[in-house]
């Protein structure tokens, strides 16, 4: 009998922690994704979590080239924030996780685009990994035919 209350002490203490441990883990928010992503519409923020040698790679279908180099990244976040949407966009973060130096946040970003003079809405996905340095790579995911078709209304208008 003795023996069942320790086993079943050491299943609580186990149960407990790993439930501790999960709920942790379900809402991490200071990975260096979802910093990146709670920074959008702020450059200079943005910029203070780069590393020197960052690089930018948006998806295929954006037509866009990757972005080497912390003076490049930073200078294509100004122009996202100040020419194709406002400053004041929003997030709403879905998922954030972390592994070592990988972190990763799905989320929706909401703007308001300049060109079309309209809101826009889209899901996104970044991927992150840093270095002792800040943020070294990043890759971002999102529906290039919801932007595209943004766009393309804007450029008919």
């Known amino acids: 009998k003795k023996f069942k209350r320790i086993k079943d002490a050491l299943y609580l203490a186990v149960t407990t922690r790993f439930e501790i441990v999960l709920r942790v883990e379900n ?3 200071n990975t260096p994704a979802g910093n990146l992503v709670r ?3 702020d450059a200079a923020k943005m910029a203070e979590l780069y590393a020197d040698n960052v690089r930018w790679e948006l998806p295929a279908g954006s037509g866009l080239p990757a972005l080497s180099g912390k003076d490049a990244v930073v200078a ?7 020419v194709h949407y406002r400053p004041d966009c929003r997030v ?5 996780l972390q592994d070592g130096q990988r972190s990763a946040v799905r989320f929706t ?3 308001f685009s300049n060109h079309a003079q309209r809101p826009y809405t ?7 990994r840093s270095g002792d340095d800040g943020i070294e790579e990043i890759f971002e995911s999102f529906d290039t035919v919801v932007s595209m078709t943004l766009h393309q209304a804007s450029a008919e208008v």
């Not at 709403?92 to 954030?96: G, R, Y």
């Open 39 to 41: 920074a959008f519409g």
């Open 122 to 128: 889209n899901e996104y996905t970044v991927f992150v």
């Open 92 to 96: 709403e973060i879905h998922d954030e």
């Open 27 to 29: 809402f991490m928010t």
């Open 76 to 82: 294509f976040n100004e122009e996202v924030w100040s």
């Open 109 to 111: 970003y909401h703007a």
